[in-house]
C-alpha cells in the first residue's frame, strides 16, 4: 500500500517521519514520559511536513486578512507559497505544498505535531478525502490571543497520518458492565491492585527526580533555548537520546508505518 504525495511547488517542504522528542517531554526528570507507550505512538504513528524557513507571524486581533503580519527571517522567494493570512479572523494558513493520494477507503488526518503544545496559537485539525480529492488542503492554525508566534526552520508545522473513516460509521459504541467478561474482569483487578500498591513509591520517585533535576539550572537553560519547539532541527528523521527509553517499551518494534520514508520516484511541479 501507498501514500502518493505529488509536490505542487518546485520546493516542496521537507517530509519525514513522525519524531518522538518533545521538549516538556525532555524537561521531565529522567525524561519520563517517554516510558508512556501511547504518547509515543501518537508522536509518530504519521508523518511532519517541516519548515522550509523560520518565520514571525503576528496577529492585532482584528477580523480581516490584512491583521496578520508575516515575517520571514530572510528574504525568500518560496515564502509566500508557504505562509499567507487566508481565512481572517487570526488564521493562519499554511500549505504542505503536496497533493496527497491515498488508497480507496483511506483519508488525511491532518493536524499539529502531537503533544506539543505552541504558546499563543492553537492547530486546527481536519479529515480530508485523499483517496478522490484533486487537490490539495491547508494545514491552518488559530491565533489564541493577539500577539507574536514564531515558526522556526525544521519545525514541525504539519502532521499527517490515515485512517479509515468511512468504516467508523457502522461502528456502534456499547458500554456493558465489566462483570460480563470476566476474564477482562480479572486482567483489569490484577492491573488495579499492581498499580494501587505501586503508586506511591512512583510517585515518591519522581518527586524525588524533580527536586534534584531543579538543582541543575544548566540543563533547564539548555532545554529552554529549545524555545517551545517540538524538537530541534538537528535531530530531524532521528530518535537521538531517547532510543534506550523507546526500546524498553517497544516503539520502535510496534510502530512501523510511522518510520517508513517516502521514496522520491519521480518531482514534478505545477508552476
Not at 505542487?8 to 521538549?23: I, Y
Not at 502531537?114 to 483517496?131: F, M, R, S
Not at 488542503?137 to 485512517?163: D, H, Q, S
Request: charged share 20%; with cysteine; net charge positive.
Amino acid at each position: 500500500m501507498e501514500l502518493e504525495g505529488f509536490p505542487t511547488t518546485e520546493r516542496p517542504p521537507e517530509l519525514v517521519p513522525g519524531r518522538p522528542q518533545r521538549a516538556w517531554m525532555d524537561h521531565f526528570a529522567a525524561r519520563h514520559p517517554y516510558r508512556c507507550l501511547p504518547l509515543n505512538m501518537a508522536n509518530t504513528s504519521g508523518w511532519e511536513l517541516l519548515c522550509p524557513m523560520a518565520f514571525t507571524a503576528e496577529w492585532n486581533g482584528g477580523a480581516h486578512q490584512q491583521d496578520i503580519t508575516l515575517r520571514p527571517d530572510t528574504p525568500n522567494p518560496d515564502f509566500h507559497r508557504l505562509a499567507t493570512s487566508h481565512f481572517s479572523h487570526g488564521v493562519l494558513t499554511l500549505h504542505p505544498g503536496y497533493l496527497f493520494r491515498t488508497p480507496p477507503g483511506w483519508s488525511m488526518w491532518v493536524m499539529g505535531p502531537p503533544n506539543h503544545a505552541k504558546d499563543g496559537i492553537q492547530p486546527l485539525a481536519g479529515v480530508v478525502e485523499t483517496d478522490w480529492l484533486p487537490f490539495p488542503f491547508t494545514m491552518n492554525w488559530l491565533f489564541t490571543r493577539p500577539g507574536k508566534v514564531r515558526f522556526e526552520k525544521g519545525e514541525a508545522f504539519c502532521f499527517i497520518t490515515l485512517l479509515q473513516d468511512k468504516t467508523l460509521h457502522e461502528i456502534q459504541p456499547v458500554i456493558r458492565r465489566m462483570d460480563s467478561d470476566p476474564e477482562l474482569r480479572h486482567q483489569y483487578d490484577v492491573w488495579e491492585n499492581k498499580r494501587r500498591l505501586k503508586a506511591p513509591k512512583f510517585r515518591g520517585r519522581l518527586a524525588s527526580s524533580d527536586r534534584l533535576q531543579c538543582e541543575k539550572p544548566s540543563a533547564i537553560s539548555r532545554l529552554s533555548q529549545l524555545g517551545g519547539r517540538p524538537h530541534p532541527p538537528s535531530e530531524r528523521g532521528r530518535s537521538s537520546g531517547v532510543e534506550h527509553n523507546l526500546a524498553k517499551v517497544g516503539v520502535v518494534s510496534s510502530n512501523l508505518i510511522a518510520r517508513s520514508s517516502f521514496h522520491h520516484i519521480a518531482r514534478s511541479s505545477a508552476g
